[in-house]
């Protein structure tokens, strides 16, 4: 029975309305890859995604200076490498001049060469600035992670001040000097071992910061891949689930559209009744 008095086509275009709707939903999923995008899609899921947001960007910021620590130990223990070579062919420069009955100009020559090419390194092992080497207050880096409502980890490394060409470090200050043919003596070898000595323990210290540098950093990364799946089964959109629905609301849209079409041919039929 159709009623001229009240349409027919009421539902049908209730209907439709709906599926345009639901439609629209879906295609903005597929197209932004995400069930909710905004607070307004679901202001409590939203809410918690932009949390871990925010942690995730803090802790990458935390990494970058955990990293330009770590390059500046890094750089430290290498430079400290070289120079432990160096003072290896002092050592056997010296042994070589006094076994030889003294040292020569050319020794002391070749001797104020190494002595240069030591400093330059020391000189040079600088990233971002800062020299471990020649620094004169401690490398300090504090990691706090909040891994509960008012608990906190806190991970901190040092590396201890330790200029190692001051004259305070008396084991650099004597063999890192301007040394004269009279210096290269059988005394200079026991010099040469003492800082020897001096350079493995910075070096062990610096290579046991870079360590837990490492450490901290494998610890980030893994933290943050942790988040990136939480804020993604929040957010993200099962878009094979909604290429599914996408198709079923296309076909509901066209029958809603058949039904609205049929529902308007029928009150046209009735006008015709009276003509």
Do not use: C, H, P
Request: avoid cysteine.
């Amino acid at each position: 029975m159709v009623s001229v008095n009240t349409s027919s086509t009421g539902v049908a275009s209730a209907a439709l309305r709906m599926i345009n709707a639901q439609l629209a939903t879906t295609q903005n999923r597929i197209a932004t890859g995400y069930k909710v995008n905004s607070a307004a899609d679901n202001a409590s899921v939203w809410a918690t995604a932009t949390k871990i947001r925010s942690d995730k960007t803090a802790s990458e910021a935390l990494k970058s200076s955990i990293s330009t620590a770590k390059a500046q130990a890094d750089a430290g223990s290498a430079a400290l490498d070289e120079v432990s070579k160096i003072l290896t062919d002092m050592k056997t420069l010296t042994i070589s001049a006094v076994a030889a009955g003294g040292a020569t100009d050319a020794d002391a020559n070749k001797m104020t060469t190494l002595v240069n090419q030591a400093k330059a390194i020391i000189n040079g092992a600088s990233i971002g600035g800062k020299n471990v080497l020649l620094d004169t207050t401690n490398n300090n880096v504090s990691v706090n992670l909040n891994v509960a409502e008012g608990v906190s980890t806190n991970m901190t490394a040092s590396i201890t001040a330790s200029d190692v060409l001051s004259a305070s470090n008396a084991s650099f200050k004597d063999v890192l000097t301007s040394l004269a043919k009279a210096d290269i003596v059988a005394g200079l070898v026991t010099k040469i071992d003492t800082a020897q000595t001096e350079v493995g323990k910075i070096s062990a210290t610096l290579t046991g910061f870079s360590a837990q540098m490492d450490s901290s950093l494998s610890f980030i990364d893994k933290l943050n891949d942790i988040r990136d799946t939480a804020i993604g089964g929040l957010v993200d959109a099962d878009l094979e689930k909604e290429s599914a629905k996408l198709n079923a609301l296309q076909v509901k849209q066209q029958l809603a559209y058949q039904a609205l079409s049929i529902g308007n041919s029928a009150q046209q039929n009735i006008l015709r009744l009276f003509q």
